[in-house]
């Protein structure tokens, strides 16, 4: 049974910083492309970024230079380093594994999810 968990969310003020961990057991991670997703209130959900297992990566534009993507084959883990965070960034933020070897930036791209970790910026 392949399991996502995500961690490391929270309150961050403006201009913080947070990093978000996801942990994939049930599949082996060096193998499929991870994507991040966040979900804000009222709002469906939208592509972060994404990592195929040989370390190419793709950023949505509205966080591309702030956020990081990075993994960890051996630990089986997915990073998602955030920098200078600002209020639109608050959201659900949501892990994914991939159902094809590339990046897609669409939900049906991707088949089994984390449960969530909820990141909120205050201003």
């Known amino acids: 049974q392949v399991q996502l968990v995500e961690s490391g969310g929270g309150l961050v003020q403006a201009g913080g910083s947070l990093r978000l961990s996801c942990v994939v057991s049930?599949?082996?991670?060096?193998?499929?492309?991870m994507g991040w997703f966040r979900q804000a209130p009222g709002k469906e959900r939208e592509f972060v970024g994404a990592r195929t297992w040989s370390g190419n990566l793709n950023y949505a534009n509205s966080v591309e230079g702030r956020f990081t993507i990075s993994g960890d084959n051996a630990k089986n883990t997915l990073y998602l380093q955030m920098n200078s965070l600002k209020p639109e960034d608050t959201a659900v933020y949501y892990c994914?594994?991939?159902?094809?070897?590339?990046?897609?930036?669409?939900?049906?791209?991707?088949?089994?999810w984390g449960q969530g970790t909820q990141v909120t910026v205050s201003s």
């Open positions: 994914a594994t991939g159902r094809y070897p590339s990046i897609s930036d669409s939900e049906g791209g991707y088949d089994y």
């Open positions: 049930g599949r082996t991670f060096s193998d499929v492309v």
